[in-house]
C-alpha cells in the first residue's frame, strides 16, 4: 500500500513547532494526489490548512498509533521518524515514569534527578541470565548482555557510555560495574568487586567538580577494564583515563567549583590530621572561591572526606600515602594564594613573608628564595649567554597557575597508577568488560581547546558506532535470507580527516606550536589559507578570532584564543627543577626524567592513557594534542577488538527538576548521540520485524475461514498478507520473520480495528435486540398477573356475603375450644409419665455413682499401697547407687591426697633451689650497684669540670647561638634520638632489680631527668644548666647515701636466707623418712587390694562352677567362658557379684532355649494325645505345687542376696577406713577373712539349690519322654475317633486361642519389667518367669494333644524392639543402610522411615548394653554419613527429600523414647517400656535438628531451582484462556547475538505438574504433612514473588487481559491445593500479592471512587509496586485506555497515609520462612518391624 493513502481522514500527523519542535494534528478530509493544501485539526481545537507542491508533495509524519505508542524500542514503532521518537520517548518518561528505551542496539537512559528503587540486588538477580528484550529496558540488560556474550562469543566486550555533562553518565558506567561485581563474585578473598566499585568515590573525588549543569559533572573520560578468569569471576580492573581538565584547577566559571577533594578538604581543617596542612575555610583560598559557589545543595562535604578516606583504606592505599596527597593538595591551595605583585616597568615581585608561600616550601620541602625567584623572573638561553629577564605579573600569574595544574596532574596520574596496582590481583586474565564513561558532544557559546578535543572524539566514536550498527543490519538481512540493498548512512570521515589527516588542524596546530613566536592569530590565518576549500571548515562572518566545523552533530563555532598555550601545556624549566630538587621525594618523583616505554602491539598494557609530562625545555616534546590523539587511537583500537555496547544519556531539562521533558533539549542530544542516525538507517530498509507466530497471533481476526484451517501457521501469514498489502515490496518473508516496511504495521492495525469495530457493531445489535425482547417478555407477563389479580378480586366480592361471614366465624371460635381440651388431656398424661421416669431414672442413677465412689476408695487404697511399695523400692535402689558413690569418690580422694603431698615435696624441692639461685643473683646486683655508684662519682667529677668550662665559654657561645639555630635543631633531634636508645637500655637493664629495689627506680628516674634538662639548657641557656647540675649533684649524695642503705639491708636479706637455707637443708632430711613412710601405706593399700582381688576370683570361680552345673554338660566349654567376665580386674567388689549373677541368668537363658528346641520335639510326637487330659490336668496341679515351692525357695534366695549386698555395703567403708587410718590395718584383715567366710557359705548353699533345682528338672524330663512314648502308643488307637471329636477339637481350639492371647499379653509385661529394671532382684525375677513360661508350654502340649491333627498356630517370639550388632559390623551397617541405599529400589518394598526405625533399634540396643563407647560412635557414624550424602548428592532431589523424611523421623523417634513426660504423654504402655534407661541424648537431637535444617534448606533449593524456570512462562507468559490473546503488538527486534529460548515449553500444567511431582515423592517417602504444608507454602512464595517482580520489569505483561490470565493460572494452583487437600498450609496466602496485582490491571482506573477501592484491596502491595503497575499499565487494544497521570498522583496521595509500608519494589524471592519439626509421635511398634533382605543386614539380631 502506498504511503500516500494512510492520509485519510481521522488520521493524524505531526507539524513542527516553535516551542515544542513537533505538535499533533487530526486530518479532517482525505488528502488526494494533485491536492495543494493538507487540511489539520489542532490540538486546541483551531483549524490548520498545511500547503503541499502539488507536483512533489511533501507531506509531514504520520503518527503511530495509539497502540504502538510506549514501545520498549523505538525501532518497533511503525512510523520511524524524529516526532515518533520524540513522542514516545516523552510518554514513557513523564507519564510511565521509565527512564529506559531501547533504540536497537542503543540503551537511551533519560536523567530522571530522582532516587528510584530499580537497582537493589533483587533487580540485578532478576535481570541475571535472563535475554536482552524479554525484559523492560535497563542498564543492568545491558551489562547483562555483555556479560553474557563474554563467554558465548569467545570475546571481549565494552559498554560505551556517552552524554553531555549531567546526563547521567557517570551514574550509569558505575551501575554497569555494580551490576558485575554483584553477578560475578570473585573466588579469592581479595574482595576485588569491593575494590572495583570502591575506586568510584575516589576518581570521583579527584576529577568532579560542580558546573552549571550537572552538581557532579565528570572532567575527563575514564575506561574501565574489568578482568576476568577462565570461570568468568572478577580478578581485577584496570583504569585509563583521558583529557583531564586542568584548567579548572586555577580557573572555575560563576557557579562552578573546583574538583570536590578540594572541598572536602577544607571541610576537615579542624581535625587534628589536618592541622598541620594550615588550612581555611574554602572560601578563603582563591583557587576554590573563584566561582563562588563552595557549597552543593544537599552534599555534605565532610562525610564525602569520609568516605574518600576509607575507599582510600580499602584499596590498600596507606595512611603515609593518603597523608602525601593531602599535602600536596594542601600545597596547590596555598600556592594560588601567593600574591604576586606588580613593581613597575615589567617587573613583579613575591613579598617574602607571604604566609601561603611558607606553607607551600613547607610542605612541599622547596625553597623559598628559588620559587621566589623564578615566579617573577625568566631564564632565557642565548647563544653566547645565558639571560635572566624580570617578567610582567601577567606572566608570573601564568606560571604560578601552570605549575598548580601541572602539579594536579601529575598527582591525579600518580592516583590512578596506585589504584590500578590496588586492583591488580594475582592470575591470568581470560577475558574483560571495558566500561567506557566519557564525554558527549558539547556546544557552549564559547568553545575552546577542551570542547575541540571532547568532539573530535565523539566523531571517531560515532564512525565506529555507524559501522557497527550497519554491520548488525547486514547480518541480520543475511541470517533470515532477505535481499541486501546498499543503505546510505552519514560517514563522518571527511569531518575526522579534517582534524587528523596531515596539514590538518591538530597537524597545523603543533607545527605552529614550535616557533617561539607563534601566536593563535597566526595558526588560525594559516587553518583558512590550508582549509579554506574544506566543505566542512568554514569562516565565521562576525570575527576574525573563530572558525566552524561541520560536525556529524552540529555546526560548532571554535574560539581560536588560548589553543596554543592549552596545546604547548608549557612550565618554566627553573620550576620544574626547584620542585625536582624537594626533599619530599613524593613530589620529588613527580619531576623526574622516564625512559620511553615501547608499546606492545600484541596486547594492551595497563597504564593511564595520558603520558608523563616531559620536561619543558625540550621542543620536540609531544603537545597535548598529539598524546590526546595518540590515547584516542588506543582506545579505538581496544574498542575496535570488542563487541561494543552502547548507552546514551539524556539530560531532559536545564533547571534540574525531577520528570520535567523539554522537547527541545532532547530533540539536540538525540540528533548529537546517534540516536536519529540509528532511526534514519533502520527506517530506509525494513524496520518492523515480527516472527510468524506473532503475527499469527495478532492477525488471525483478518483470515478467512479457509485460511484459518491450514495447518501451516507460516503459509496462512504468507497467504494473508499477499491478500492484504498488494504490493509485495512492502514486506519480505524470512526464516524466521517477516519484514515490513515503515507504515505497513500501522496500516495492519487500522484493518484489524475496523473488522474488530465491525464486529463490535453486529455483537451490539444482537445483544440490543435481545435486550429489548427480554423487556417487552417481561412487561407482558407481568400486565397479564396483573389481570388475574383484578378479575379474582371483582369474583370474589360478587360471591361472599355477610351470613357466611358469621358462619365461618363460629365454626372457627368452637374448633378453638375443642382443640385446647385435647391439648390439655395429653399434657396430663405426658407429665404423669415424665414424673415416673424420672424418679427411676434418678434411682438408677443415683446407685450407680454410689457404686463408682466404691470402687474409687478401693482403687485409691490400693494404690496408695503400691505407691508405697514403689517408693521404697526406689529408696533402696538410690540407697545402694549413693554407697557406691561415696565409696568410689572417698576412694579418689585418698589419691589426691597422695598426690598432693608428693607435689609438696618436690615444691620444697624447687623452693630450696630457687632460694639458691636468687641469692646467687642478690649478690651480683649489689655488685653491679656498687659500679654504678663508681660510675656516677666519676660523671659528678666531670660535671664539675664542664661547669667550670661552661662559665668561661658562656660568653663566646651566646654570639654564636643565633647563627647556629639550625644546626642546633638537627643536633637536639639526634641527641632526643640517642638519648631514647639510652633510656630503653637503661630500662631493660633496671628491669630485673626492680622489684627488690624499689628507690633505685626513682634514682633512675632523676637521673633521666637531669640529662633531659642538661640537653634543653646546652641548647638554650648555659647558665640555668650551671644551677640544675649543682642541684643534682646534692641529690646524688643524698642518693649514694640511700643506697649505702640499701646495700645493708641486703646484708640483713641474705643473713636470714642462709637461716631458711638451714633450715630447710634439715626438712630434707625428713622428706626420704616420709617418703618410706608412704611408701609402705601404699604396698599396704596393695597387698589390701590383691586379697580382695583374689576373694573376688574365688567368688567367681564358684560361680562358674555353678553356672557349669547348671548347664549339664549341654553346651561347649567355649560358652560357658562366654557367660564369664572378660575384664574382672578392672571391676570393683560389688559388680562382681552383679556381673556372675548376670552370668547365672545368661545360663539360664541358655538352658530356656535348650528347653524350647525340646519342647519343639515335643510337639512332633504328641499330635493325637486327646483320651489323656484328665490325667495332665493332675500333672499339672502337681506341678503348681512345685512351682508355689520355687518361688518361696526364691524368695529365701533373695533374702539372703540382700543381706549380702548390705554386708557388702560395708565392705567401701572398711577400705576407706583402711587408707585413712593405717592402726586399724589389723581389724579391717579380721573383717574381710569373716566376710569371705559367710561369702563361701553362702556361695555353696546357692550351689546346693541350684543342683537341687537341676535334679527336679532332669527328672520332669524323663518322666515327660516316659509319657511321651505312653501317647505315642495311644496315638495309633484314637486315629479311628477323629470324626467323631471333631466339634470338641473345634471349642479347644477357641481356647487355645484365647490363651495364647493371655500369654501374649504376659509377655509384654514380663518385657516392660525387663526393659525398666536391669538390677539384680529383676534378674532374679526373671527365673519365676522362666517356670511360668515352663507351665504356658505345658498348657500348649495339652492343648495340642487334644486338638489331634489340627495345625497349631506358632507362638511368636517376644521381641524387644531392638537389633543386636557387633562393633565390627558398624560400618556395614552405616555403608549398607545410609551409603548405599537408593529410595527408589528400596522404598516400594518398605514402609516409610524404615531406615530410621532401624537406625533407632540399634541405638536402643546401645543404650540396653550401658555402652557409652558404641552409642557415642554409632551416633557420630550415622551424622557423619548422612552429611557424605547429601554433600555428594546435593542436586538428587528424591534423595534429599527420603534422607529429610528419614532424619526427621529419627529426630521424632529420638524425642518419643527419650523419657521425657512430654513426650509420654501419647506414647502407649509398650513405647512406654521401649523408652531409653542410661543415656540423655538431648545434644544428639539437637545435631539431628541442625542437620535436618541443613537437609531442609538444601532440599527447597532443589525443588526453587527446578521450578524457576517454569514460572514465569507457565503463570505469566502461557495464555490458558484459549481464543483470548494478551499479547501487544511490538515488532520488537530481539539483540541479533541473543539467544531466543523458547519458552512456550512451559505451560501452568507444566508448573501444576512439577508441583505434583514434588509431592507424590515427599508423600511415598513418609514425609510428615506439617514438613509438605512449609516445603508448598515455601513453592508458592516462590511463584507469586517471581511472578510478581517479573510484571514489575515487564511493561508489556501489564494490561487487563494478561491480568485475567493471571487471575485464571492461580485458580489452577488453587485448584490443585483442594486436589492435595494441601488447604491448611496457607500457601495460597503467599499469592496474595500477585493476586492483588492481577486485580488492580484488571479493575477500572479512572475515578477517584476507583483510586479509594485500589488503596483499600491492594494492601499486600506497597505504594511503589501499586504505582510501578499503574505506570506500567500498556493498553492492548484501541479500546482500553492508558492511566492518566492525574490518577496516579491520586493514588499517591491516597497511599500516603499507609503505615508500616517499605519502598522496595521487588519481592525478595531467596525469602525462606523458618522451618519447624512438629514433634508427631509414631504408631509404629518397634518390636513388630522386620528387616528386609534387600538391605543385606543379617547380621543384625533381633532382641
Known amino acids: 500500500m502506498a504511503l500516500l493513502e494512510l492520509y485519510t481522514k481521522y488520521n493524524r500527523v505531526w507539524i513542527p513547532d516553535a516551542e515544542h519542535v513537533w505538535k499533533s494534528a487530526e486530518i479532517t ?48 514503532l511503525s512510523y520511524l521518524h524524529e516526532p515518533a521518537v520524540l513522542h514516545n520517548l516523552k510518554v514513557r518518561f513523564v507519564e510511565s515514569r521509565i527512564i529506559y528505551t531501547y533504540c536497537g542496539i542503543i540503551l537511551v537512559a533519560v536523567n530522571p534527578y530522582k532516587q528510584l528503587h530499580v537497582y537493589g540486588d533483587a533487580i540485578i538477580h532478576a535481570y541475571s541470565g535472563q535475554n536482552m528484550g524479554d525484559m523492560d529496558p535497563h542498564i543492568f540488560a545491558v551489562a547483562e548482555e555483555a556479560y553474557k556474550q563474554m563467554p558465548r562469543n569467545q570475546k571481549n566486550q565494552s559498554i560505551i557510555v556517552s552524554g553531555e555533562s549531567g546526563a547521567g553518565k557517570t551514574v550509569s558506567a558505575r551501575y554497569a560495574m555494580r551490576y558485575f561485581a554483584v553477578v560475578s563474585k570473585s573466588g579469592s578473598k581479595t574482595n576485588v568487586e569491593d575494590k572495583v566499585l570502591a575506586s568510584n568515590p575516589i576518581t570521583e573525588a579527584i576529577g568532579n567538580a560542580k558546573t552549571t549543569r550537572n552538581d557532579n559533572s ?21 583504569m585509563r583515563t583521558y583529557l583531564l581538565e586542568k584548567s579548572r584547577v586555577v580557573f572555575q566559571a560563576d557557579n562552578e567549583r573546583n574538583y570536590h577533594i578540594f572541598y572536602q578538604m577544607c571541610s576537615c581543617a579542624h581535625l587534628p590530621e589536618f592541622k598541620h596542612l594550615r588550612l581555611l575555610s574554602a572560601d578563603e583560598f582563591e583557587y576554590t572561591s573563584m566561582g563562588g559557589e563552595i557549597r552543593i545543595e544537599g552534599v555534605d562535604d565532610r562525610k564525602d572526606m569520609e568516605e574518600t578516606r576509607q575507599t582510600f583504606s580499602l584499596l590498600g592505599l596507606k595512611e603515609d600515602f593518603q597523608s602525601d596527597v593531602f599535602k600536596v593538595l594542601a600545597a596547590i591551595l596555598h600556592l594560588g594564594n601567593i600574591q604576586i605583585r606588580n613593581s613597575g616597568d615589567g617587573h613583579s615581585s613575591v613579598p617574602p613573608g607571604d604566609p601561603h608561600l611558607e606553607a607551600f616550601c613547607e610542605l612541599l620541602s622547596v625553597s623559598a628564595d628559588g620559587l621566589v625567584r623564578w615566579l617573577s623572573h625568566r631564564r632565557i638561553v642565548l647563544v653566547a649567554e645565558t639571560v635572566v629577564k624580570p617578567v610582567p605579573k601577567e606572566r608570573a600569574v601564568s606560571a604560578r597557575d601552570a605549575l598548580a595544574k601541572q602539579v594536579y596532574a601529575h598527582l591525579f596520574d600518580c592516583i590512578i597508577n596506585r589504584i590500578n596496582t590496588a586492583l591488580r590481583v594475582p592470575g591470568q586474565q581470560h577475558a574483560f568488560v571495558g566500561v567506557l564513561d566519557i564525554y558527549g558532544f558539547e556546544t557552549f557559546d564559547v568553545n575552546s581547546f577542551e570542547q575541540f578535543c571532547i568532539n573530535y572524539a565523539n566523531e571517531k566514536l560515532q564512525q565506529q558506532f555507524n559501522l557497527h550498527v550497519f554491520k548488525l543490519e547486514q547480518e541480520e538481512y543475511m541470517r533470515e535470507d532477505i535481499p541486501w540493498t546498499l543503505i546510505d548512512f552519514y560517514d563522518n570521515q571527511p569531518v575526522i580527516d579534517l582534524i587528523e589527516a596531515k596539514m590538518g588542524i591538530l597537524d597545523l596546530l603543533d607545527e605552529e606550536c614550535l616557533f617561539p613566536q607563534g601566536t593563535d592569530q597566526s595558526w588560525l590565518q594559516k587553518l583558512f589559507n590550508y582549509l579554506d576549500a574544506n566543505p566542512l571548515f568554514e569562516k565565521p562572518r562576525l570575527s576574525n578570532e573563530a572558525f566552524v566545523i561541520q560536525h556529524f552533530a552540529d555546526k560548532v563555532e571554535y574560539q581560536c584564543t588560548g589553543f596554543l598555550e592549552k596545546n604547548r601545556d608549557a612550565l618554566y624549566e627553573e620550576l620544574v627543577d626547584i620542585l625536582r630538587a624537594s626533599k619530599f621525594p613524593f613530589i620529588a618523583n613527580f619531576f623526574q626524567e622516564e625512559k620511553q616505554i615501547s608499546v606492545n602491539s600484541k596486547g594492551i598494557k595497563v597504564r593511564p592513557a595520558r603520558p608523563g609530562v616531559k620536561a619543558a625545555n625540550k621542543q620536540l616534546r609531544t603537545s597535548v594534542g598529539d598524546k590526546f590523539c595518540s590515547s584516542l587511537s588506543l582506545l579505538m583500537e581496544t574498542l575496535n577488538a570488542t563487541t561494543p555496547h552502547y548507552v546514551r544519556c539524556i539530560k531532559p531539562n536545564d533547571v534540574k527538576l525531577p520528570f520535567e521533558y523539554d522537547s527541545r533539549r532532547v530533540v539536540q542530544q538525540l540528533r548529537a548521540c546517534g540516536v536519529l542516525e540509528t532511526i534514519r538507517i533502520s527506517a530506509q530498509s525494513y524496520p518492523s520485524r515480527w516472527t510468524y507466530i506473532e503475527f499469527y497471533s495478532r492477525y488471525s481476526i483478518l483470515m478467512s475461514n479457509q485460511e484459518a484451517v491450514l495447518n501451516d501457521k507460516k503459509q496462512t501469514c504468507k497467504n494473508v498478507l499477499q491478500r492484504l498489502i498488494q504490493d509485495p515490496n512492502q514486506y519480505k518473508f524470512g526464516r524466521t520473520k517477516i519484514f515490513f516496511r515503515a507504515g505497513q504495521v500501522a496500516y495492519l492495525e487500522k484493518l484489524r480495528l475496523d473488522r474488530l469495530r465491525g464486529a463490535c457493531s453486529t455483537i451490539q445489535k444482537h445483544v440490543r435486540g435481545w435486550c429489548q425482547k427480554r423487556k417487552y417478555q417481561r412487561m407482558r407477563e407481568a400486565a397479564i398477573v396483573i389481570q388475574q389479580y383484578i378479575r379474582g378480586k371483582k369474583s370474589i366480592r360478587k360471591t361472599v356475603s355477610a351470613a357466611a361471614l358469621k358462619q365461618g366465624w363460629a365454626t372457627l371460635v368452637i374448633q378453638r375450644y375443642w382443640r385446647g381440651y385435647r391439648m390439655k388431656q395429653i399434657f396430663l398424661v405426658v407429665r404423669l409419665a415424665s414424673i415416673t421416669i424420672q424418679a427411676f431414672t434418678r434411682g438408677w442413677m443415683a446407685r ?66 630457687h632460694l639458691a639461685s636468687s641469692h646467687s643473683h642478690t649478690v651480683e646486683r649489689l655488685q653491679g650497684l656498687e659500679a654504678q655508684l663508681e660510675k656516677s662519682n666519676s660523671q659528678k667529677a666531670s660535671a664539675e669540670a664542664r661547669e667550670k668550662k661552661v662559665k668561661e665559654e658562656a660568653s663566646l657561645t651566646n654570639a654564636q647561638l643565633q647563627k647556629e639555630i639550625d644546626a642546633v635543631k638537627l643536633e637536639k633531634q639526634n641527641l632526643e634520638k640517642r638519648f631514647e636508645v639510652s633510656t630503653k637500655e637503661a630500662k631493660e637493664s633496671f628491669d630485673q632489680i626492680k622489684r627488690n629495689l624499689l628507690e633505685e627506680k626513682e634514682y633512675e628516674a632523676r637521673f633521666r631527668k637531669i640529662a633531659e634538662n642538661n640537653i634543653d639548657i646546652q641548647a638554650q641557656d648555659h647558665e640555668r644548666e650551671v644551677e640544675t647540675l649543682k642541684e643534682e649533684i646534692k641529690r646524688l649524695k643524698e642518693e649514694r647515701v640511700t643506697l649505702q642503705r640499701q646495700i645493708e639491708e641486703g646484708g640483713l ?65 567355649d560358652v560357658v567362658l562366654g557367660l564369664t567376665l572378660d575384664h574382672s580386674e578392672e571391676m570393683n567388689e560389688g559388680e562382681d557379684f552383679l556381673a556372675s549373677f548376670d552370668g547365672l541368668q545368661k ?13 519343639e520335639s515335643h510337639e512332633t510326637q504328641v499330635e493325637g494325645l486327646n483320651l489323656k487330659m484328665d490325667h495332665l490336668q493332675n500333672e499339672n496341679s502337681k506341678l503348681q505345687n512345685l512351682f508355689q515351692e520355687k518361688s518361696d525357695l526364691n524368695e529365701n534366695i533373695r533374702q539372703e542376696v540382700s543381706r549380702l549386698s548390705s554386708e557388702n555395703s ?226 538428587d532431589f528424591e534423595l534429599l527429600s527420603f534422607w529429610l523424611s528419614n532424619t526427621y523421623q529419627l529426630l521424632n523417634c529420638l524425642k518419643q523414647y527419650s523419657g521425657e513426660e512430654e513426650f509420654l504423654k501419647q506414647n502407649t504402655p509398650r513405647q512406654k517400656k521401649n523408652c531409653l534407661q542410661n543415656f540423655d541424648l538431648s545434644e544428639h537431637r539437637q545435631i539431628f535438628s541442625d542437620l535436618a535444617i541443613q537437609i531442609y534448606h538444601q532440599f527447597i533449593s532443589v525443588m526453587e531451582k527446578t521450578l524457576t524456570p517454569a514460572i514465569v512462562p507457565g503463570l505469566l507468559e502461557h495464555e490458558s484462556l484459549q481464543g483470548f490473546s494478551s499479547t501487544k503488538p511490538t515488532g520488537l527486534r530481539k539483540r541479533s547475538n541473543s539467544t531466543c529460548e523458547d519458552s512456550g515449553t512451559h505451560t501452568i500444567s507444566s508448573v501444576v505438574q512439577q508441583l505434583s ?66 488447604q491448611s498450609s496457607h500457601a495460597i496466602d503467599t499469592l496474595q500479592p500477585l493476586s492483588q496485582a492481577a486485580w488492580l490491571l484488571q479493575v477500572n482506573k479512572s475515578t477517584d471512587q476507583d483510586a479509594k477501592e485500589i488503596t483499600d484491596k491492594c494492601t499486600e502491595l506497597n505504594p511503589v509496586q501499586i504505582v510501578k503497575i499503574l505506570n506500567s499499565y500498556t493498553p492492548i487494544d484501541d479500546f482500553e485506555k492508558r492511566v492518566t497521570s492525574s490518577f496516579v498522583r491520586k493514588v499517591q496521595s491516597l497511599l500516603q497515609d499507609r503505615d508500616g509500608s ?42
Open 29 to 76: 478530509k482525505d488528502f488526494n494526489f494533485g491536492d495543494n493544501i493538507l487540511e489539520l485539526l489542532l490540538e486546541d481545537g483551531s483549524e490548520h490548512h498545511l500547503p503541499v507542491d502539488p507536483s512533489k508533495p511533501q507531506l509531514p509524519p504520520l503518527r503511530n498509533p495509539d497502540i504502538l505508542v510506549g514501545e520498549n524500542d523505538l525501532t518497533a
Open 218 to 238: 565528570s572532567r575527563f573520560g575514564k575506561y574501565t577494564e574489568i578482568g576476568f578468569d577462565r570461570r568468568y569471576r572478577i580478578i581485577g580492573a584496570n
Open 848 to 913: 450407680k455413682r454410689y457404686k463408682k465412689m466404691i470402687e474409687v476408695q478401693k482403687a485409691l487404697i490400693l494404690q496408695k499401697y503400691a505407691r508405697a511399695w514403689l517408693a521404697r523400692r526406689r529408696f533402696q535402689t538410690m540407697r545402694r547407687l549413693v554407697i557406691n558413690v561415696q565409696l568410689s569418690f572417698r576412694v579418689q580422694q585418698l589419691r589426691k591426697k597422695v598426690e598432693e603431698q608428693n607435689k609438696e615435696n618436690r615444691g620444697l624441692m624447687e623452693r630450696l633451689t
Open 1053 to 1117: 636479706v641474705n643473713s636470714d636466707l642462709q637461716e631458711q637455707i638451714v633450715q630447710l637443708t634439715k626438712h630434707v632430711k625428713v622428706i626420704p623418712e616420709l617418703r618410706r613412710d608412704l611408701n609402705k601405706l601404699q604396698n599396704q593399700r596393695n597387698s589390701m587390694d590383691r586379697k580382695m582381688k583374689q576373694q573376688s576370683e574365688q567368688a567367681r570361680a564358684k560361680m562358674n562352677d555353678i553356672t557349669r552345673q547348671l548347664l549339664g554338660g549341654v553346651v561347649e566349654e
Open 1147 to 1159: 545360663a539360664i537363658r541358655i538352658q530356656e532355649n535348650r528347653q524350647k528346641e525340646q519342647k
Open 1210 to 1435: 560395708v565392705l567401701p567403708e572398711l577400705k576407706l577406713q583402711a587408707s585413712e587410718l593405717q592402726r586399724q590395718k589389723q581389724e579391717l584383715e579380721a573383717s574381710l577373712e569373716a566376710q569371705s567366710r559367710e561369702l563361701a557359705e553362702k556361695t555353696e548353699e546357692i550351689t546346693n539349690i541350684f543342683q537341687k533345682k537341676i535334679q527336679e528338672e532332669s527328672s520332669q524330663r524323663r518322666h515327660f519322654e516316659e509319657k511321651a512314648e505312653d501317647l505315642e502308643e495311644l496315638k495309633r488307637e484314637l486315629q479311628g475317633k477323629v470324626e467323631e471329636l471333631e466339634d470338641e477339637s473345634n471349642h479347644l481350639k477357641r481356647q487355645l486361642l484365647m490363651e495364647s492371647e493371655a500369654k501374649n499379653k504376659l509377655r509384654q509385661e514380663i518385657s516392660q519389667i525387663t526393659a525398666e529394671n536391669m538390677d539384680f532382684e529383676e534378674q532374679l525375677d526373671q527365673k519365676d518367669r522362666l517356670i511360668k513360661k515352663l507351665q504356658n508350654q505345658i498348657k500348649s502340649l495339652e492343648t495340642s494333644q487334644k486338638a489331634k491333627q489340627t495345625p497349631t498356630p506358632a507362638i511368636p517370639k517376644d521381641y524387644l524392639g531392638m537389633l543386636e550388632y557387633k562393633r565390627e559390623d558398624e560400618s556395614r551397617l552405616i555403608q549398607n543402610i545410609i551409603l548405599d541405599l537408593k529410595p527408589k529400589g528400596v522404598v516400594v518394598n518398605m514402609i516409610p522411615g524404615l531406615p530410621a526405625y532401624i537406625l533407632f533399634m540399634c541405638v536402643r540396643h546401645a543404650d540396653y548394653l550401658n555402652d557409652e563407647v558404641k552409642l557415642k560412635s554409632l551416633m557420630s557414624g550415622i551424622i557423619g554419613a548422612v552429611k557424605k550424602v547429601i554433600m555428594s548428592h546435593r542436586k
Open 1557 to 1622: 511431582a514434588f509431592h507424590s515423592t515427599m508423600s511415598q517417602h513418609g514425609m510428615e504433612p506439617g514438613l509438605i504444608h512449609q516445603a508448598v507454602k515455601q513453592m508458592f512464595f516462590l511463584v507469586g514473588a517471581t511472578t510478581l517482580n517479573n510484571i514489575m520489569l515487564r511493561k508489556d505483561m501489564c494490561s487487563c487481559r494478561k491480568g485475567m490470565q493471571i487471575r485464571c493460572n492461580i485458580s489452577y494452583l488453587e485448584e490443585w491445593l483442594k486436589e492435595k487437600e494441601l
Open 1702 to 1743: 517499605t519502598s522496595q519494589l521487588m519481592l525478595d524471592s531467596d525469602y525462606r520462612f523458618q522451618v519447624t519439626f512438629p514433634y508427631r509421635p509414631s504408631s509404629q511398634a518397634l518390636e513388630l518391624l522386620q528387616v528386609p533382605s534387600s538391605l543385606h543386614l543379617g547380621f543384625l539380631t533381633r532382641i
